[in-house]
């Protein structure tokens, strides 16, 4: 799976994201638990961890 990171959503659902397809990543609602994945088009999807663990995971890919 070349190029994509596996994250686990707040509620504990499991997917994975194209790192390629990541626009940027913000920190969530104020919390350090959690941080938005923005993709192309304005779409985000919200991941545990913070934003230096989120943007580690991402830059491996």
Known sequence: MNGYV???TPDGDVLTINADRVSFVRRYRG???A???N???GHYIVVKGDL???MEALAEA
Do not use: H, L, R
């Open 52 to 54: 230096e663990s989120v």
């Open 6 to 8: 596996k994250f686990e």
């Open 35 to 37: 941080s938005a994945v």
């Open 31 to 33: 919390t350090d638990q």
């Open 39 to 41: 993709f192309e088009k």
